[in-house]
């Protein structure tokens, strides 16, 4: 690696001095790339890992280094081999932080399980959702009690399962969390072999569009009451925890316990 190019955003680093990140990470090796949660991993043979967040709009293009500057690029990592990896977001939400290996470990600790291992069994998944009262989709948006999952993927896995977002997390039973389970890795499954859903920004590293948006099932489709695929009553939009979500009123019921935290909900959307 051969340093860190800022553009036009100082702050794309965490208020880090990317001069002094440039000179930290120069001479470095990458060993590997991985995932965690939201969250990409680029360790470093010294250790030290650059921890990428695309957060809404963010990209991470691997690109020629004489290629001209992608949309919005805020960063670039230069490579050997005449290869830049370019950080590029419209909203600026977007992070790149250099971060020691005690602060790697420190944020793996505070994830959850990752939804696609198999360690993550029905009955663990249960046992953390029985700490929660908040609604489920709340809660399976919150990456301390598992990673990875966004409102695209929370919204499709409570559909087929059939389960109302609304619901408590602690209400749901073990043949209603091994449901849960099973839809959360098909509907993750079905977005890897699509490369991803693209909406707006999304890209692969290599600048690919991601598939994966023509295989929805409910996602997006309540504010146009577009009817249910599985028994045609038109899908309804609701605010769940400040996220817009869809549903089907018939695939979906709201059990009667459910009602005070539905209330509560929508009181705070």
Do not use: W
């Amino acid at each position: 690696m051969l340093g860190i190019e800022p553009r036009d955003f100082a702050d794309v680093m965490g208020g880090l001095d990317i001069a002094q990140a440039s000179a930290a990470v120069a001479g470095a090796r990458i060993t590997s790339v991985d995932r965690r949660a939201k969250y990409l991993f680029i360790h470093l043979d010294t250790g030290d890992a650059l921890i990428v967040h695309l957060r809404m709009t963010g990209r991470l293009l691997v690109v020629p280094a004489s290629a001209p500057s992608v949309r919005f690029e805020h960063l670039a990592i230069k490579l050997d081999g005449d290869l830049d990896l370019r950080f590029g977001d419209q909203r600026k939400f977007g992070r790149v932080i250099l971060a020691r290996p005690d602060d790697v470990a420190a944020l793996s600790r505070r994830l959850g399980p990752e939804p696609l291992s198999p360690s993550l069994t029905s009955a663990r998944l249960r046992e953390r959702l029985q700490r929660h009262r908040a609604s489920i989709k709340s809660i399976l948006l919150d990456q301390r009690v598992i990673a990875g999952l966004g409102n695209i993927y929370v919204d499709e896995a409570l559909f087929l399962a059939g389960i109302h977002p609304l619901r408590p997390a602690d209400s749901l039973d073990n043949a209603e969390t091994r449901r849960l389970l099973r839809a959360i890795r098909r509907v993750l499954r079905q977005a890897i072999d699509n490369q991803g859903t693209t909406f707006s920004t999304f890209e692969s590293p290599y600048g690919e569009r991601g598939d994966n948006a023509r295989t929805l099932l409910v996602y997006g489709k309540g504010a146009d009451a577009l009817p249910c695929p599985t028994c045609g009553t038109p899908l309804t939009r609701l605010i769940v925890g400040g996220r817009g979500t869809t549903i089907c009123p018939s695939c979906q019921p709201l059990p009667d316990h459910a009602d005070a935290v539905a209330s509560a909900d929508l009181t705070n959307a």
